[in-house]
């Protein structure tokens, strides 16, 4: 079955630091790929998404390319602040046949002042 | 325009007592998703519907777990009896399939406590 998965957090960087948290994934077909965050004490925010390979979705300086060839989706930020510490989630839907939404496990990020 | 509307935020109640969770999914959307998240297991589909009918279920822990969809606007995942180990935070979630990239709208979760 399909399957994704994130690197191990958590991951604690300084502010301004390059950000990469890596996503592969398993699945038949073309679905659509998506980072999700979320911020502590609230649920689950669309972040940015890729529908096709090659596709780069982009979102509040963060970006991720759907790379079909390496079956990845990392997500990349070139200056973290400290409003961006919360928990990022990969994942992956079909848009025929099954529906639902898999994802990875989440990595924490903490950016410290 | 409003969200995907859950009810309650929190709940403590006590093991044996019967726990009702409510989600409004946004208005249009045809998709409408279950998911349970813990530290330990992470997130968790419990279940979802299109067009109010449930399509995949195999994710609900036991019996102790239903959930319905009556109509378009409202779904609920009940718990009875509530056991210590169903405290979790439980989200809802809702999508539009004629939406290119499928992408599911999350409530901000139901914290559920059982003591």
């Known amino acids: 079955g399909d399957s994704v998965t994130q690197m191990e957090g958590p991951v604690t960087l300084s502010e301004e630091a390059f950000l990469t948290i890596n996503c592969t994934y398993t699945a038949t077909g073309y679905p659509s790929l998506f980072w999700y965050v979320q911020y502590p004490g609230e649920g689950l925010q669309l972040l940015l998404k890729?529908?096709?390979?090659?596709d780069k979705g982009s979102n509040k300086g963060f970006e991720a390319t759907y790379r079909k060839e390496t079956t990845s989706f990392h997500l990349e930020k070139g200056s973290v602040q400290v409003s961006d510490s919360a928990v990022y989630f990969c994942a992956l839907r079909h848009i025929q046949g099954a529906q639902k939404l898999v994802f990875g496990q989440g990595t924490r990020l903490t950016i410290n002042p | 325009d409003a969200g995907v509307i859950q009810s309650p935020r929190h709940e403590v109640t006590e093991m044996g007592q019967e726990v009702t969770l409510r989600c409004k999914p946004i208005?249009?959307?045809?998709?409408l998703f279950w998911y349970r998240q813990t530290m330990m297991r992470g997130l968790e589909l419990l279940i979802y519907?299109?067009?109010?009918?449930?399509?995949?279920d195999s994710g609900m822990p036991e019996d102790r777990f239903s959930a319905k969809m009556p109509n378009a606007s409202f779904s609920t995942l009940k718990i009875q009896p509530s056991e210590p180990r169903d405290s979790a935070v439980y989200f809802c979630?809702?999508?539009?399939?004629?939406?290119?990239?499928?992408?599911?709208?999350f409530g901000e979760g139901s914290r559920l406590t059982v003591l």
């Open positions: 519907f299109n067009n109010n009918v449930p399509i995949d």
């Open positions: 890729a529908t096709k390979a090659d």
């Open positions: 208005s249009g959307h045809d998709y």
């Open positions: 979630a809702s999508s539009l399939i004629g939406n290119l990239a499928g992408e599911l709208f």
